[in-house]
Nanobody, 122 residues
Framework: VQLQASGGGLVQPGGSLTLSCAAS????????IGWFRQAPGKEREGVAC????????IYVGSGKGRFTISRDNAKNTVYLQMTSLKPEDTAVYYC????????????????WGQGTLVTVSS
C-alpha cells in the first residue's frame, strides 16, 4: 500500500493549489481517503475526506467554501483543491487511508503518504 502526495509549493495569498494523492497497492473504490495538515509547532488536523460511497467532508472550518475534495477512481487519485489560500493554510499536507469511515480524527487511518509542503506567503 502506498500513498503519494504531491502538488505543494509556494503560493501567494489568495492563490490556488490542487494537491494530488496517488494511491497504489489497493483498490481505491473500497476505501476512504482523508487529507490532513500539520503547521509548524501545531498538531496535525483533519482537513477533508472522501468516502468510498462518494461522500465528501470538509473538517477544517476555515476550509469550508475554499477547499474541495474529489477522487478519480479510474486514476487511483484523490485531489484537494484549495482556493483563496491564506498564510494560515501553510502546512505539510498528508493524505491517508481509512478502511471504514471518514473522520477528522487521524487515529482511524491506517496508511499515510509522505506529505507535501504548502507555503502561502507573499
Amino acid at each position: 500500500v502506498q500513498l503519494q502526495a504531491s502538488g505543494g509549493g509556494l503560493v501567494q495569498p489568495g492563490g490556488s493549489l490542487t494537491l494530488s494523492c496517488a494511491a497504489s497497492g489497493f483498490t481505491l473504490t473500497h476505501y476512504n481517503i482523508g487529507w490532513f495538515r500539520q503547521a509548524p509547532g501545531k498538531e496535525r488536523e483533519g482537513v477533508a475526506c472522501t468516502s468510498s460511497s462518494g461522500g465528501r467532508f470538509i473538517y477544517v472550518g476555515s476550509g469550508k467554501g475554499r477547499f474541495t475534495i474529489s477522487r478519480d477512481n479510474a486514476k487511483n487519485t484523490v485531489y484537494l483543491q484549495m482556493t483563496s489560500l491564506k498564510p494560515e493554510d501553510t502546512a505539510v499536507y498528508y493524505c491517508a487511508r481509512a478502511p471504514n469511515v471518514c473522520s477528522g480524527y487521524d487515529g482511524i487511518y491506517d496508511y499515510w503518504g509522505q506529505g507535501t509542503l504548502v507555503t502561502v506567503s507573499s
